[in-house]
């Protein structure tokens, strides 16, 4: 079966420039996650929805990141105004878990590697 | 606050060794806690989880509270084992992971 999808899997940005990354999640998948790595460390959580309404975007490092997901389904993470430091992997995962508690396992997709130069 | 810590960066054992991966966490409520690998080339996936308390590929990890640790053992670890494990913490609505361990078994 389809898993978790995301695209563009690679994407060159300049300084300055807006980007968006889209998720789409197992077909189902109530819980949606979306996840920041940098090289060498692990994932950083950024920000959850259950369904269509986003419960905590605690991690999300600026206001220039925004993520929503209007259907509850496709989920889009926007950065505006690249910087430098915004250039890491960024990860979408959705699980059929409806508390958020991670009850259920998170199935990642293979990221976006984005390079903002 | 919610913290995950894998002090091993690195982690390199001979087949058939036996294998402990480290993970330490501070939570002031009830954890439920993880372990995350990633194989070469592959996607992050699901080892185990402590709620379910089962055997995945010959790992097990047991939730001491005492010392507030989730480490990952194998008594006899394989070539295939080689990846990068992270263990993780759910909270209300977010999910951590430690910086993760990157386990070499060599031949």
């Known amino acids: 079966g389809a898993g978790v999808s995301q695209s563009p899997r690679y994407k060159v940005a300049k300084r300055g420039q807006d980007v968006a990354l889209r998720c789409d999640p197992i077909s189902g998948h109530v819980s949606l996650f979306w996840y920041q790595q940098a090289l060498g460390q692990g994932p950083e959580f950024l920000t959850y929805f259950q369904n269509e309404a986003q419960l905590d975007k605690s991690g999300l490092p600026s206001d220039r990141f925004f993520a929503e997901r209007p259907e509850g389904s496709v989920s889009t993470l926007k950065i505006q105004r690249t910087q430098q430091e915004d250039s890491a992997v960024y990860l979408c995962?959705?699980?059929?878990?409806?508390?958020?508690?991670?009850?259920?396992?998170?199935?990642f997709g293979p990221g976006t590697r984005l390079t903002v130069t | 606050a919610q913290r995950v810590t894998q002090p091993e960066k690195l982690l390199s054992v001979f087949k058939g060794a036996p294998v402990e991966l480290k993970c330490n966490y501070s939570y002031s409520g009830s954890p439920e806690l993880f372990w995350y690998v990633q194989y070469s080339r592959q996607r992050l996936q699901l080892l185990l989880r402590h709620i379910s308390r089962e055997s995945i590929k010959g790992f097990t990890a047991d939730l001491n509270k005492g010392e507030t640790s989730f480490h990952l053992k194998k008594p006899f670890a394989q070539e295939e084992d080689s990846a990068m494990y992270y263990c993780a913490l759910s909270g209300l609505n977010d999910m951590r992971f430690g910086a993760g361990t990157r386990l070499t078994v060599k031949p």
């Open positions: 995962a959705s699980s059929l878990d409806q508390t958020g508690r991670g009850a259920y396992e998170q199935y």
